[in-house]
């Protein structure tokens, strides 16, 4: 038997776990294949899989208003290799895209592996490459051993055989699980259920569902669980409930040409962000006391976006799940914020900057804080006005269609007269004036987010 058969004869997968557990760099053996070992990496994990049309390729793809990462040929080292993430939460647990001898510091590690036990069960955002087939064992653990062993440029030092291993990472026969419902009196279960994503075909969709709750109730904690895949799952409230759309039906954002719904784009307008998730799974609870109000007889609007980028059909399926808390228990009611600026008048061709302050009225404390533009939005900060942080940029996005939703381990204190700052750059590519408006060719800059008053 050889050395490469003994060490994949147990599962891939424990082996992968198993290697995940080691904290210390693996010693580096140069290799005599006479090709370094991230050249080997960037053509066969990073150029194929990674560097593709509309993902890492160029700053041109869509998506990389979300990322801001090209990982082409000749540019992915330097974009990786001791560069800090844009993902919120990796950054606040001081990763690096890859940090040299620690791949459970390095974002590109954790997005590779499709299983998050590694690294505590916590979550930075989808596993890549997103609507493609996973990295197998061996592509992992080459990726793995290449940070582990200094992330260098230019040395032979990975054993080349761990990427022409066929070991999945994740079960090719294994089906989503959907998760089971709260238990009679303590929750309630929303869900979009199996639809098919054409190949080649980004799928988002829009479904108006009763919450189920005939009296008023307390949220405490929310679960997601969704099929890979997705790029969200979010649950809006309706800013105006009168122009709420028809229940139980799947609104598509797009139409099977790929062309904007128009009527789907117009509905958007009228979202107030009440719940969601970016990662197929996370488990978010609020703190001790503090409950989400929900108002009885509650509709919500669904939203899930998928994304497939074989050339089969694929599926999507999504899950969120409410628990809630008897009144008694709720000592601090949470709201959503919604602080909305309408003066906006971006001039045709123009690259304008707009700012506008909302100071609260009693002290508060700010858990999460999200955003929404529409397509000329290319950044959205957020700033604290007023206290001892006043001007701390506590939140930044440049993806008008996929924005953070940063929860915050400490929550933003503010007291009576402070604020918070919406400063929201648009870039105006048309040939007229763009104003506030409630279609897809008006424009939008509105703060979301959790807070509750402090008596």
């Known amino acids: 038997m050889t050395i490469r058969h003994l060490v994949y004869a147990t599962s891939g997968i424990m082996l992968l776990l198993g290697a995940c557990q080691r904290q ?19 053509d066969r994990i990073l150029t194929p899989t990674c560097a593709t049309a509309g993902c890492h390729a160029s700053e041109a793809d869509a998506s990389f208003k979300q990322h801001g990462l090209v990982l082409a040929k000749g540019l992915a080292f330097a974009n990786l290799v001791n ?3 844009k993902n919120a939460l990796s950054l606040a647990d001081g990763h690096k895209r890859v940090k040299p001898f620690a791949s459970l510091e390095s974002l590109l590690f954790h997005k590779l592996n499709p299983d998050a ?18 990295l197998t064992v061996g592509q992992i653990e080459f990726v793995r051993r290449w940070i582990e062993g200094g992330a260098l440029p230019t040395t032979s030092y990975v054993d080349p055989a761990l990427l022409d291993d066929k070991t ?7 089906l989503f699980t959907p998760p089971a419902a709260p238990a009679k009196g303590t929750g309630f279960q929303l869900k979009v259920e199996a639809f098919d994503i054409a190949p080649n075909f980004e799928r988002e969709l829009f479904t108006r569902q ?11 904690r929310f679960t997601v669980n969704m099929r890979s895949g997705s790029h969200h799952f979010l649950a809006y409230d309706f800013e105006n409930k009168s122009l709420a759309p028809p229940m139980n039906t799947i609104r598509d954002l797009r139409n099977p040409d790929g062309t904007l719904n128009l009527l789907t784009a117009l509905q958007m307008s009228n979202h107030v962000y009440l719940a969601g ?23 919500v609007d669904l939203n899930v976006h998928y994304v497939n980028k074989t050339t089969a059909v694929t599926k999507g399926e999504a899950y969120m799940n409410f628990y809630t808390t008897p009144k008694a228990a709720v000592t601090k009611v949470v709201k959503t914020l919604n602080m909305g600026n309408t003066s906006l008048s971006i001039p045709a061709g123009t690259t304008k900057t707009f700012t506008k302050t909302f100071l609260v009225a009693k002290d508060m404390q700010v858990l999460t804080l999200t955003s929404h ?9 957020i700033k604290i006005k007023g206290g001892a942080r006043d001007g701390e940029v506590v939140y930044t996005t440049t993806d ?20 918070l700052i919406s400063e929201i750059t648009y870039n105006n590519t048309t040939a007229k004036t763009v104003n506030f408006g409630l279609t897809s060719e008006d424009e939008m800059g509105i703060i979301f987010g959790y807070y509750y008053e402090i008596n």
Request: proline content about 8%.
């Open 24 to 42: 210390v760099a693996d010693t580096v053996t140069p290799t005599s294949t006479g090709t370094d070992s991230f050249a080997l990496m960037q």
């Open 400 to 419: 008008w269609e996929h924005p953070d939703i940063i929860n915050f381990k400490t929550p933003i204190l503010l007291a009576k007269g402070e604020g």
């Open 277 to 299: 998730s970016q990662s197929a799974t996370n488990d978010y609870s609020f703190p001790e006391g503090a409950a989400l109000l929900i108002p009885a007889n509650a509709t």
């Open 210 to 220: 009763a919450v189920g709750n005939t009296e008023d109730i307390y949220v405490n």
């Open 168 to 174: 999945p990472s994740t079960s090719t026969t294994s």
């Open 373 to 381: 533009m529409h397509k000329l939005g290319v950044k959205f900060v």
């Open 117 to 134: 036990s590694h690294h505590a069960g916590k979550v930075y955002g989808n596993a890549m490459p997103l609507g493609g087939t996973p």
């Open 83 to 85: 560069v800090a993430p």
